[in-house]
C-alpha cells in the first residue's frame, strides 16, 4: 500500500489490541482492501491471526462489495482458508450480503466453521441511494424493519451450524436520533428478537 501504510497499520492494530484487552472482547474485525496480490493478502491475514491468537482473540475479514477488492464471500474466504489458522474466519454481514454479489444458495457452499461473526441491520430493497458508502452509512434500519430476507439469512446460518454471535450494526443518523441510547438499542433488539422467532 501507501509508503506509511505499515505505520499506520502496526498503529491501528496495537489500539485494537488495547481496546480489547481493555473490553474483554473476543472478536477483533478488520477489511479490505488489500494492496498486492492475493498470497501476500494471505501471508498478512495469516500473521495477524497468529498475533491476535496470543490474546485468546478470533479474527473476522468482512466482505465490503463496492468498497475494497474483498467484495464477496468467495474472495473473503480465499484469504481465510488461505492463511488456515483456527482463530481466523469471516464475517457475514447483512447489509453486504443483500447489496453485494452472493445470494442465500452462494452461503450455503459456505463451511460454517468459517463463519465466526455475524453482523444483522436491514434497509429498504430495491436499493435508492447509488452511492454505496453514503448508503451503508446512513440508511440502515432495525432488523425487520426493512426488506431484507434476515429470517431466510438467520435459517441458512443455522442449517451452516454457524455458532458465532450476532452482532446488530445498525447505522442510522435517523435512527440514533430518534430517542434515547436505551430505547433505540430496546428497538434494535426487538427487531432481532422477532427475526430469530420468525426463523424457528
Same mark, same amino acid.
Given at each position: 500500500?501507501?509508503?506509511? &501504510?505499515?505505520?499506520?497499520?502496526?498503529?491501528?492494530?496495537? #489500539?485494537?489490541? +488495547?481496546?480489547?484487552?481493555?473490553?474483554?472482547?473476543?472478536? #477483533?474485525?478488520?477489511?479490505?482492501?488489500?494492496?498486492?496480490?492475493?498470497?501476500?493478502?494471505?501471508?498478512?491475514?495469516?500473521?495477524?491471526?497468529?498475533?491476535?491468537?496470543?490474546?485468546?482473540?478470533?479474527?473476522?475479514? +468482512?466482505? @465490503?462489495?463496492? /468498497?475494497?477488492?474483498?467484495? %464477496?464471500?468467495?474472495?473473503?474466504?480465499?484469504?481465510?482458508?488461505?492463511?488456515?489458522?483456527?482463530?481466523?474466519?469471516?464475517?457475514?454481514?447483512?447489509?453486504?450480503?443483500?447489496?453485494?454479489?452472493?445470494? $442465500?444458495?452462494? @452461503?450455503?457452499?459456505?463451511?460454517?466453521?468459517?463463519?465466526?461473526? !455475524?453482523? /444483522?441491520?436491514?434497509? +429498504?430493497?430495491?436499493?435508492? +441511494? %447509488?452511492?454505496?458508502?453514503?448508503?451503508? %452509512?446512513?440508511?440502515? !434500519?432495525?432488523?425487520?424493519?426493512?426488506?431484507?430476507?434476515?429470517?431466510?439469512?438467520?435459517?441458512?446460518?443455522? =442449517?451452516?451450524?454457524?455458532?458465532?454471535?450476532?452482532?446488530?450494526?445498525?447505522?442510522?443518523?435517523? $435512527?440514533?436520533?430518534?430517542? %434515547?441510547?436505551?430505547?433505540? &438499542?430496546?428497538?434494535?433488539?426487538?427487531?432481532?428478537?422477532?427475526? #430469530?422467532?420468525? =426463523?424457528?
Amino acid at each position: 500500500g501507501p509508503p506509511d &501504510a505499515a505505520q499506520r497499520a502496526a498503529e491501528g492494530e496495537a #489500539l485494537a489490541f +488495547e481496546l480489547a484487552d481493555g473490553l474483554g472482547a473476543r472478536h #477483533l474485525q478488520i477489511g479490505g482492501p488489500y494492496h498486492r496480490g492475493l498470497d501476500q493478502a494471505v501471508e498478512a491475514f495469516a500473521r495477524l491471526c497468529d498475533r491476535a491468537a496470543e490474546r485468546g482473540l478470533k479474527v473476522a475479514l +468482512e466482505y @465490503l462489495p463496492e /468498497m475494497t477488492n474483498i467484495g %464477496s464471500v468467495a474472495e473473503a474466504l480465499a484469504i481465510v482458508i488461505g492463511a488456515d489458522r483456527p482463530n481466523g474466519g469471516i464475517c457475514v454481514d447483512a447489509w453486504h450480503h443483500e447489496r453485494g454479489p452472493d445470494t $442465500l444458495e452462494d @452461503l450455503m457452499d459456505v463451511d460454517g466453521r468459517w463463519i465466526v461473526s !455475524v453482523q /444483522m441491520d436491514d434497509g +429498504e430493497v430495491p436499493r435508492t +441511494e %447509488s452511492d454505496y458508502q453514503v448508503d451503508t %452509512s446512513t440508511n440502515r !434500519v432495525a432488523p425487520g424493519e426493512g426488506g431484507f430476507d434476515l429470517v431466510g439469512l438467520t435459517r441458512t446460518l443455522r =442449517a451452516l451450524g454457524v455458532r458465532a454471535p450476532i452482532g446488530l450494526e445498525v447505522i442510522s443518523p435517523t $435512527l440514533a436520533s430518534s430517542g %434515547s441510547a436505551d430505547v433505540v &438499542a430496546r428497538r434494535v433488539a426487538d427487531g432481532m428478537r422477532s427475526v #430469530l422467532a420468525a =426463523a424457528r
